[in-house]
């Protein structure tokens, strides 16, 4: 019993929600709020984003993790790459998947476990280009400073099975080239990317991460739902100062923030949590949150608006003999704004066959024998149930699939009552933008080469079926509720259209500019930020995991930047960083805290006595910049002002600040 209780929680500061209680652990801030334990950070969400973001945190602050699921340490379906398709088959509630179905009528999954999506993901990991970097204004060494510091803890190169050497081979055939071989960067061309899977097919996840926070500062919650931020109302802005939240036996509790200046709340619930969240506490369109009687603290009509999901659609392709179980390993990244990927097989323990293996699984693939309006759940499950008299080679083949770069079609969230459990309603609207139609058939047409290419076709063996055949096939193989037409096979745009799944890169809905600030900071309201996918407005990479790992360990730098002198005027030098390596973002960030530091003492305090202050401040900078000299100077410019400051130092002098260079 002991055992297995230390393997569900595997760190110390990992616990369920129901032993949240008042004070005196060593985690809660000294600042207390009325008897109640409160934290520098409020972290909803241990998600991707969240974990990597909290352990950085705690190296210097207080931080509660909250997190809705469970822990994914001694779960087999989240460990195990061979469960993949098992566990987003698993719709119980205690299932680390939570299915959805948008109203478009494709079938989808978010995440309920701490690690969130990166539990559940096909766990290949790509870097965003350098042209995402630059167009979302984050800063290019501190974000190659922060891949790495996960890429060193939880990131693989993969063993390519021959399906995916098949596919490699085949992209390059069909003149997706150059090949650069295996690499994190994104380049166009053919590529074998990261993954998170080892090579016994274990997956390692963002809660591993958490093994480099400061177990003093650190209370991580599992089963913690957190229903609603609250509000202090009766200033002249609106400032978070806790949340209420059920723990797993269905009791409420209060979390505070501290009453210290820079002490915030980070949602960090995903793309669809985090706008319903926001919603839920009022932060949302005034008429919305009317018809559902919630208080309105912010009208913003934005919350939850210009959504996307990059459309997917796959060929399948049988195979005569066995194929060994893939996810995706290799990319084609073309330059018509289409990318290449492929699965293969499903899980192959001696008695899976009996199981569900949810959609876009082989044997999905291979039987979906049920008309496609007539694809509920229930009927999947009827399926499922007789599919164990079905012949063995009807479980052999593997997908090749097509997905849209950077989505035009854009839909939205809005809610369907106030029960943060219950999914709002989703809608992505699919290719309703032409030019998401003419990139899929772009990529069908490259599908349609790879699978003619001489390295593919050697490997499937696949008996003369002309590509007809796959198409038709597909029509079936893509499960979701869509009508299908008569004219499938023969226009492209049609099989599109009607075969549109989903590969789980949705984002969006806190957008930069309309519900966040470039520091996302939630504009119109004080101490609370969004930081995770939901403040995208394209998808990063090929796939996005690996860039929403590294904004929450590079966010750090944003968060811990704005709190440079605390209340009673000392100085909070050396925010953030740390973690595994002890190098790169801390020593950054205490240079360039402390620069900020100096720069903003001598401008609010230009008077004599101050001037000490300063000085020892920018001396402390530049020690550390001395002591850490490969970490980038984030404020170079700040140096000459601060001391032009300095120098001149009178009670008048008057210089705007520049705004710090912000990650996004
Ligand atoms: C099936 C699947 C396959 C995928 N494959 C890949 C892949 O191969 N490669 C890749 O790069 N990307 C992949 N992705 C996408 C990628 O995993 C996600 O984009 C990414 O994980 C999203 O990160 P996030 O931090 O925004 O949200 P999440 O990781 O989902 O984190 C949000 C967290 O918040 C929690 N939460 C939500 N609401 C509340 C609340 N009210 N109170 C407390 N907690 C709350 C959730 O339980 C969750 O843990 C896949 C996704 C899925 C679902």
């Avoid at 139609?437 to 490997?459: P, T, W």
């Amino acid at each position: 019993m002991q055992e297995s209780h230390q393997a569900q929680y595997r760190y110390p500061f990992i616990k369920p929600a129901s032993s949240f209680s008042p004070p005196s652990s060593s985690a809660s801030s000294q600042a207390q709020t009325g008897g109640e334990p409160a934290y520098d950070y409020i972290i909803v969400g241990g998600g991707t984003a969240g974990c990597p973001l909290a352990a950085t945190l705690s190296r210097n602050y207080t931080v509660l993790l909250l997190e809705r699921g469970g822990t994914p340490f001694a779960n087999a379906n989240v460990s195990f790459m061979r469960n993949f398709h098992i566990s987003l088959a698993d719709i119980s509630e205690k299932s680390a998947s939570q299915m959805f179905i948008s109203t478009d009528g494709v079938f989808n999954s978010r995440a309920r476990v701490l690690g969130g999506g990166t539990c559940i993901n096909a766990g290949f990991y790509s870097r965003a280009s350098a042209s995402f970097i630059k167009k979302v204004g984050w800063d290019a060494e501190l974000v190659n400073e922060s891949y790495p510091w996960i890429e060193k803890q939880i990131v693989y190169q993969p063993q390519l099975p021959p399906w995916q050497k098949a596919v490699r081979d085949g992209l390059i055939e069909a003149g997706i080239s150059p090949f650069n071989g295996f690499t994190y960067d994104h380049k166009y061309g053919t590529k074998v990317g990261g993954t998170i899977f080892d090579r016994f097919g274990r997956r390692h996840t963002a809660a591993e991460l958490l093994a480099s926070a400061n177990p003093e500062k650190l209370h991580v919650l599992v089963h913690a739902t957190v229903q609603k931020i609250e509000f202090d109302t009766t200033g002249k802005t609106p400032k978070a100062v806790g949340v209420i939240f059920k723990d797993e036996n269905g009791v409420t509790h209060r979390a505070t923030l501290s009453k210290r200046s820079g002490s915030e709340i980070i949602v960090s619930s995903g793309a669809i949590g985090s706008p319903q969240l926001l919603l839920l506490s009022g932060i949302g369109p005034k008429t919305e949150l009317e018809k559902f009687n919630i208080s309105v603290v912010l009208d913003n009509e934005f919350v939850g608006k210009d959504m996307a999901d990059n459309p997917l659609n796959t060929i399948f392709v049988p195979t005569n003999g066995p194929v060994k179980q893939s996810l995706i390993q290799t990319v084609g990244i073309t330059k018509l704004g289409v990318y290449i990927e492929a699965s293969s097989g499903f899980g192959q323990s001696s008695d899976s066959i009996h199981w569900d293996h949810g959609i876009a699984s082989a044997e999905i693939g291979q039987l979906s024998t049920i008309p496609p309006k007539q694809r509920t759940h229930e009927a999947i499950h009827h399926y499922r149930k007789s599919k164990r008299n079905l012949p063995h080679e009807a479980f052999m083949g593997g997908f090749i699939l097509e997905k849209i770069a950077m989505p035009l079609s854009k839909g939205q969230i809005s809610l369907i009552n106030t029960n943060i459990d219950d999914n709002p309603s989703i809608t992505f609207n699919y290719f309703s933008h032409p030019s998401d139609v003419a990139r899929c058939v772009d990529g069908i047409r490259i599908i349609e080469k790879i699978v003619q290419s001489k390295h593919f076709a050697n490997f499937t063996k696949f008996d003369k079926k002309t590509t007809d055949k796959l198409l038709n096939m597909s029509v079936q193989a893509n499960v979701n509720l869509l009508p299908k037409h008569t004219n499938d096979t023969k226009s492209l745009e049609q099989f599109c259209k009607d075969t549109v799944i989903t590969i789980w890169h949705y984002h969006g809905g806190c957008h930069v500019g309309k519900v966040v600030d470039s520091d996302y900071k939630v504009l119109g309201v004080e101490r609370l930020r969004v930081i995770d996918g939901s403040t995208f407005y394209d998808s990063p990479g090929t796939n996005p995991q690996a860039t929403v790992m590294m904004m929450g360990r590079s966010a750090d730098f944003i968060v811990t930047s704005s709190r440079v002198v605390d209340d009673d005027g000392t100085l909070e030098v050396g925010g953030g960083g740390g973690g595994k390596t002890g190098q790169g973002m801390s020593g950054c960030n205490c240079v360039n805290v402390a620069l900020i530091s100096a720069t903003k003492s001598a401008i609010d305090h230009g008077s004599q006595p101050r001037l000490v202050h300063v000085l020892v401040a920018l001396e402390s900078a530049l020690l550390a910049f001395f002591a850490h000299r490969n970490c980038s100077l984030m404020f170079p410019a700040l140096v000459p002002v601060a001391a032009k400051i300095c120098v001149e130092d009178g009670p008048n002098t008057h210089v705007s600040t520049p705004p710090p260079k912000s990650l996004a």
